[in-house]
């Protein structure tokens, strides 16, 4: 018997993980956490530590299908390459769409992006990242011309005040929860707050927990700048050599006193200014901020409130000082670097610079190069809806249970003349739409490089023998381009190919923006690629070695190099509630992921919460006549949802909260998105998943 252990990462959440694999005679035995990765240091969560028990072949989609009959790859290659190329002739490359995935690989993200942006000719590819963190990478751009996580996970630990703000990291990002507790244990004056609706487990390590009224982030941050400059806590040198909009932000938020905030949000004076001068008065002092934020109506407002605190006080680029999105998927961050938004071009680039787009067309050798940005995730399926897109490919998601409005998606695709569906599990509810099944390898089975939230660029590595026919979403892509009669531009042998073509792109000189800039790796070998150890990015002559913090230096990627403050006026959420209706919020729980076609499968996982939940406060539930353990049903105008009452203080009165996971597969009760309204951000298109106004009936 022969005993391996393979170096690979996590392929759950935006942490990335690195993870052992014990593997004997092709059967992952056991896992244990890369004591050599950065971003666990030898740890896992319940989830990663679980990952050996949701391997197998069962449940997975082993044949190519046309309409339910088994093909041939080779029929099925053929069918969708003439499909797609009739669906261009007759109608033009707009009515194409991808959706993909955080889930996916960066060479499978690369080759997709390509195919549609540069030889199908559309940019209708958007990515399920769309209801993640869109809003935090338009944010970026608008406050550091650039879309740049400036921080690294050692800054969490290396500061005196963490602030986390939508974000429940001790369910949501359990290692980077378990970083800075042990952090906090060992410097005790470090100072932890949680901005969030809920007391969620993230408050158990907290010094201050402001359960704010939900949508009212921005007024509190304003609040927090208004806060800072009146007491005189900015520093003015910072802001004068680095930073672009100090008067309009002073005129935006001088209106907005600390007893407007405090009501506004629904705070007492004493906790909003007790944060306010904590914040003030701590130079290291990192804000982590994630899908509470991102998931609104005005979410890329809402990031830029908290960066311009970060930016007036000059805390960012140091050791322990930085705003930090945390992103939610374990690729999340890959699909950004390549491009697989339908508003990006590729490698960081935009469809704003006519520049770009030749030069990227000329390195791909493009034969029709996409001009101007697609249709992003939300207004993608109701394009389909309305019959423009003709032919959708989804790969590696399952927007039936994820999308907002999610029945929508089901009419969407119904009457959608070409439904594509490349994934892995049957358990996914978007299979039952597909004109064409396509089955992919998963994590074990495919190799390639992932990015987490901190930019490191990390392996996951294959170990186990697909099942059936299954092959690699780049291998699937490849083909069928190749059917198309793209030949040589997508006639890669392995995914080291892919990654060598990607690094040498984001070489590519463009608008002056240069932040992911990995060239330093193009001229690797398969071994070395074979044998890459994480790295940060940028990877390049300046950094080889890749690089911890970005803006050390005050310079920023905008024109005059300076970051530009952004004075926001804050909104509330688009549809508040009326009086007898309360306030959904949805999320992930400790240990599910996504809809469930992974983690459901193993009891050790499903013993945390093995059913759906609604979590109601004590004295709503008295109002409304609703006891622990009774069903409830939560109804809005595009649908209904039924679970068990679960009577908690940690909600607020306003307020419901559901799990995100339970899709058709797993409950007969309704799935959390399908309350949702597609109501989006108007600037990232990511849509307000965080405040439904729901009527809730006893049953
Ligand atoms: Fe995987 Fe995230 Fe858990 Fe790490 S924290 S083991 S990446 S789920």
Redesign the pocket.
């Known amino acids: 018997m022969t005993t391996q252990i393979i170096k690979t990462t996590?392929p759950?959440?935006?942490?990335?993980?690195g993870?052992d694999a014990k593997v004997e005679n092709n059967q992952l035995i056991a896992v244990s956490?890369s004591k050599d990765h950065p971003?666990?240091k030898g740890s896992?969560?319940v989830?990663?530590?679980s990952l050996h028990e949701t391997v197998g072949y069962q449940d997975r989609i082993l044949h190519p299908t046309i309409k339910n009959e088994r093909v041939s790859w080779d029929r099925a290659t053929h069918y969708i390459a003439e499909q797609l190329s009739q669906v261009i002739e007759q109608h033009g490359p707009e009515a194409i769409a991808m959706y993909v995935s955080g889930q996916i690989l960066t060479e499978d993200y690369y080759v997709a992006n390509k195919l549609m942006k540069g030889f199908i000719g559309t940019a209708n590819i958007d990515t399920n990242s769309r209801l993640c963190m869109a809003s935090a990478v338009v944010a970026h751009k608008r406050a550091f011309g650039s879309d740049t996580v400036p921080a690294c996970y050692e800054d969490i630990e290396h500061a005196d005040l963490v602030v986390l703000t939508g974000s429940n990291l001790a369910w949501a990002?359990?290692?980077?929860y378990q970083r800075l507790s042990a952090a906090k244990q060992a410097r005790p004056h470090m100072k932890i707050v949680v901005i969030d609706p809920r007391q969620t487990a993230s408050c158990d390590i907290a010094d201050l927990h402001l359960a704010l009224r939900p949508g009212t982030d921005a007024y509190l941050y304003n609040g927090l700048a208004q806060y800072l400059i009146e007491h005189g806590y900015i520093d003015h040198n910072y802001i004068n050599s680095h930073c672009n909009g100090y008067e309009d932000l002073l005129k935006q938020v001088s209106h907005q006193t600390l007893s407007d905030t405090s009501h506004i949000c629904d705070l007492e004076d004493d906790l909003v200014s007790m944060f306010y001068q904590w914040f003030a008065e701590t130079e290291r002092t990192v804000t982590l901020f994630s899908q509470g934020i991102n998931q609104s109506s005005s979410g890329v407002d809402k990031g830029n409130a908290i960066i311009n605190c970060h930016l007036i006080t000059g805390k960012i680029g140091k050791v322990g000082a930085a705003p930090f999105s945390i992103t939610g998927q374990?690729n999340a961050m890959g699909g950004r670097e390549v491009g697989g938004l339908a508003n990006q071009l590729a490698a960081h680039m935009t469809f704003s610079n006519p520049q770009d787009i030749d030069q990227v067309g000329q390195f791909w050798h493009a034969t029709s190069m996409a001009q101007q940005e697609g249709l992003k995730a939300v207004d993608m399926f109701e394009a389909v809806a309305q019959g423009k897109i003709k032919a959708i490919w989804i790969i590696a998601t399952n927007p039936l249970v994820s999308m907002p409005d999610s029945e929508s998606i089901r009419e969407a695709l119904t009457q959608c003349d070409l439904v594509i569906v490349q994934d892995v599990s049957l358990s996914s509810d978007t299979l039952k739409y597909a004109d064409v099944c396509l089955p992919a390898t998963t994590w074990g089975e495919k190799s390639g490089t992932v990015t987490n939230s901190e930019r490191t660029i990390s392996r996951q590595r294959s170990f186990l023998t697909p099942p059936g026919e299954a092959r690699h979403d780049w291998q699937i892509i490849c083909d069928i381009a190749k059917e198309m009669g793209f030949n040589e531009a997508f006639s890669y042998k392995t995914s080291a190919d892919i990654f060598r073509e990607h690094a040498q792109l984001s070489a590519l000189r463009n608008s002056g923006n240069r932040d992911f800039d990995i060239s330093e790796l193009s001229l690797m070998s398969d071994q070395a690629y074979d044998n890459m150890p994480p790295i940060q990015w940028p990877i390049n002559s300046a950094y080889p070695k890749g690089r911890a913090r970005f803006f050390e230096d005050g310079v920023f990627f905008t024109a005059d190099r300076k970051a530009n403050l952004i004075p926001i006026q804050p909104k509330l959420p688009a549809y508040p509630a009326t009086h007898n209706e309360l306030i959904l919020n949805t999320g992930r729980i400790r240990d599910q992921?996504h809809t469930m076609t992974r983690t459901g499968k193993t009891s050790r996982l499903l013993a945390h919460t093995s059913v759906p939940f609604v979590e109601i406060h004590p004295a709503t539930a008295n109002a409304f006549n609703i006891q622990e353990n009774s069903w409830v049903s939560l109804q809005t105008p595009v649908s209904k949802y039924i679970a068990k009452a679960t009577i908690t203080r940690s909600v607020r009165q306003d307020s419901v909260f559901i799990p995100m996971h339970w899709s058709d597969f797993f409950s007969s009760h309704g799935k959390a998105n399908s309350l949702v309204r597609p109501i989006r951000d108007a600037l990232s298109g990511q849509p307000e998943f965080k405040h439904s106004p729901v009527e809730a009936k006893s049953l």
């Open positions: 996590c759950y959440c935006g942490v990335g993980c993870v956490g971003a666990n896992l969560c989830k990663g530590a990002h359990p290692i980077l374990p992921w």
